[in-house]
């Protein structure tokens, strides 16, 4: 438990102020009650009130206003976050690389075959967002539980040139910032610092980035992260592919017209030259980098097996997730019922003496 006001808690002052004005109250009374002459007779006229009759409207109301005090605070809790309120960002990278044929038949139809088992093993009500990303990025899905809307979008992903993997991420950031209100869009500064969120406390929504290259233009990767890491978001990592350079070939329906790859003769598309390994080149380092400043996990995937496995398995460390949430209705209602019990008993109770003194006659 945490308090967003901890300054606050200075009302509890008022606690041990109204204890000492009650005590020199009470200690005025007697110096005033043996001035009358006949006070043994005063006693013997009213029915006596036990001492704890007298002391439980005062303890029921110093507990209400402690209970009061610490509700100023702003008491905050950790609790879970159901799954119909989290949102999954798959951010994946159609650079010209994902063409490789290192993964049979390329990587690109690999992750996609990947992504669209990713969606259909999710939880109904699981939000999902896809992010598709070469030289720029754009949403092309906002988080949503249709997955039939996911599935065909997955299998329209085309090739471009260049590789921002900062700029996915940032627009990840956007498009959850247009569904949660407790994350700021990009271009809002904050003075949270990056790096892990003491205690985990992390935002709901999760961003998942596949890649198999190297950021190119755009953002570094680490500035973009830096920004997730101040939003309390978790950006877990995905390198996707071997080491091995091969020949490049896509089929014409995954080719944007941009990604400079041309004919091979055979109805297929490919990268002369037998492919480049400078296309091919996983930064892991900057992968795993990321995926520590937000809090994630960085995964690597060398064949298809892997990457669906990396994938379906995604969820377990993705849903499992606290959120702070203000509790300061559960101070507030138990000491206004407080008060209520302390007011009533003492009203009761004073009716009881009472009653005798209006029944005695003259």
Known sequence: MSLEWPWALITLL????????????????????????????IQAALPGRSLWRRRIPVVLFVSALLLLGFGTGRPQAKVPVPENATS????????????????????????????????????????????????ISALLVAPTNDKQQLLSAIGELKTGRGTAIGRAILTSIDAIAEINSDVAPTGVELDSPGGPVPGGA???????????????????????????AARHLRVFTIGFGT?????????????????????DGRGRMGMGGGGSSRFQLLDEPTLKKVAEL????YFRAEDSEQLVEVLTDLPKD??????????????????????????????????ALAIPAIARPD
């Not at 159609?94 to 075959?113: E, I």
């Not at 596949?210 to 830096?226: F, K, R, S, V």
């Open 14 to 41: 008022a606690v041990p102020l109204l204890l000492l004005l009650r005590w020199w109250f009470n200690r005025r009374r007697r110096k005033v009650a043996v001035r009358v002459s006949s006070v043994a007779l």
């Open 88 to 135: 999954i960002l798959l951010a994946m990278d159609v650079s010209g690389s994902m063409c490789s044929t290192d993964v049979k038949p390329n990587r690109l139809t690999v992750a996609q075959d990947a992504a669209r088992e990713f969606v259909k093993t999710q939880p109904a009500g699981t939000r999902i967002g896809l992010v598709a990303f070469s030289g």
């Open 202 to 228: 992390y935002e709901a929504d999760t961003i998942v980035v596949l890649t198999d290259g190297a950021n190119t233009q755009g953002p570094t990767p680490i500035t973009a992260a830096e920004q997730a």
């Open 243 to 263: 080491t091995q350079p091969s020949q490049m070939v896509c089929t014409p329906d995954q080719l944007s017209g941009d990604a400079g790859l041309r004919g």
């Open 294 to 297: 937000t809090g994630g996990e």
């Open 318 to 351: 993705i849903v499992v997730q606290q959120k702070n949430v203000e509790i300061t209705s559960w101070f507030v209602l138990p000491a206004v019922l407080l008060v209520l019990l302390a007011v009533g008993l003492s009203l009761w109770w004073n009716r």
